[in-house]
């Protein structure tokens, strides 16, 4: 079956603009999460979702990030007013249910100029 | 704070040769333990994961893990490197229970000599 699909694969913004970056998880998989892959600061988390839970948001850098899960499925991770430190790759995983692997899509490479 | 460790920014071995990748973590309790491979403009694949039980755990692609409770260790091997394995590799942990967050390493950067 098909794996966690990421868009766009390559973003380019200017600083102060907004984007939005969407994830396809795993059909069926409850489990969502949002990373951060930068080469300051190597793999970090973002957000979590687990069903109709509340999103554990507590790795979200600040109050310009901010992420939706639309029907348990589809997520989007939304950032505005970017800045130049915004730049990184956006990975998305999703999991069957917290306690299994963590499958990861391919990522979104997002430069801010 | 939670942590995981991998001395090691940059390995190079050559081809056929055996691999050892560390990886150490600071947790309260045991975490759970996984290996990730990265290629060049790709995701992460999981190799291997330890939850619990036997403490030699086998992977994908020939790859093996021995989870060292009182070393806090989690070091990442394989006998003979091929040199498709040339990637770059993350250890990472998870608490379990409510708090499923992957903490990841920094990674470290396998080449291949042939």
């Known amino acids: 079956g098909a794996g966690v699909s990421q868009s766009p694969s390559n973003k380019v913004t200017e600083k102060g603009k907004d984007v939005e970056l969407r994830c396809d998880p795993i059909s069926g998989h409850t489990a969502l999460y949002w990373y951060r892959q930068s080469l300051g600061q190597g793999l970090e988390f973002l957000i979590y979702?687990?069903?109709?839970?509340?999103?554990?948001k507590s790795g979200l850098p600040s109050d310009r990030f901010s992420a939706e899960r639309t029907g348990g499925s589809v997520s989007t991770l939304t950032i505005q007013r970017t800045q130049q430190e915004d730049s990184a790759v956006y990975l998305c995983a999703s999991s069957s249910n917290p306690y299994n692997e963590q499958f990861f899509g391919p990522g979104t490479r997002l430069t801010v100029l | 704070a939670q942590s995981v460790t991998q001395p090691d920014i940059h390995i190079t071995v050559s081809e056929g040769a055996s691999l050892e990748l560390r990886c150490n973590y600071s947790y309260g309790a045991t975490p759970y333990l996984f290996w990730y491979v990265q290629s060049p403009g790709q995701g992460l694949q999981l190799l291997l994961k330890?939850?619990?039980?036997?403490?030699l755990v086998q992977g994908i692609k020939g790859f093996e893990a021995e989870f060292k409770r009182s070393q806090s260790s989690f070091n990442l091997r394989k006998p003979s490197v091929h040199w498709s394995d040339a990637a770059e590799y993350f250890c990472?942990?998870?608490?379990?229970?409510?708090?499923?967050?992957?903490?990841f390493g920094k990674g470290t950067l396998l080449t291949v000599n042939p």
């Open positions: 990472a942990a998870s608490s379990g229970g409510s708090n499923y967050k992957l903490t």
């Open positions: 330890y939850f619990s039980g036997d403490t």
């Open positions: 979702f687990q069903g109709n839970s509340a999103p554990d």
